[in-house]
Nanobody, 125 residues
C-alpha cells in the first residue's frame, strides 16, 4: 500500500504546476484525499481535501481561486492543480488518503490513513 506524490519543481511566481498523487496496492475510489504542505521552519498545514465524490473543502483561504483538485479513478490518481503560484506557496506538498474522513476531521492529519512521501514545490519571485 503506497501513495506517491509527484510533479513538484521550480517555477516562477505566476506559474502553474500540477501535482499527482498516485496509489498502489489499493484503490482511491472510496478515499478522501487531503493535500497538506510544510514550508521550511513551519508546521505542516492543510491545503484542501477532495472527497470520494469529488467535492472540495479548502483549508487555506490563500489558495482559493488558485488551487483545484480533481480525481481520475481510472488512473487511481488525484491531482492538485496550482495556478498563479506565489513564493509563499513554496513547501513540500503531501497527499494523504482517508477512508473515514468526515467534515469534523477533514483538517486533522491524524484522521488520514495513508501518506505520500512529499514533493517539493519552489516558487521563485
Amino acid at each position: 500500500v503506497q501513495l506517491q506524490a509527484s510533479g513538484g519543481g521550480l517555477v516562477q511566481a505566476g506559474g502553474s504546476l500540477r501535482l499527482s498523487c498516485a496509489a498502489s496496492g489499493f484503490t482511491l475510489d472510496h478515499y478522501a484525499i487531503g493535500w497538506f504542505r510544510q514550508a521550511p521552519g513551519k508546521e505542516r498545514e492543510g491545503v484542501l481535501c477532495i472527497s470520494s465524490r469529488g467535492g472540495t473543502t479548502y483549508f487555506a483561504d490563500s489558495v482559493k481561486g488558485r488551487f483545484t483538485s480533481s480525481r481520475d479513478n481510472a488512473k487511481n490518481t488525484v491531482y492538485l492543480q496550482m495556478n498563479n503560484l506565489k513564493p509563499e506557496d513554496t513547501a513540500v506538498y503531501f497527499c494523504a488518503a482517508g477512508a473515514r474522513i468526515i467534515l469534523s476531521s477533514v483538517r486533522v492529519a491524524a484522521a488520514y490513513d495513508y501518506w505520500g512521501q512529499g514533493t517539493q514545490v519552489t516558487v521563485s519571485s
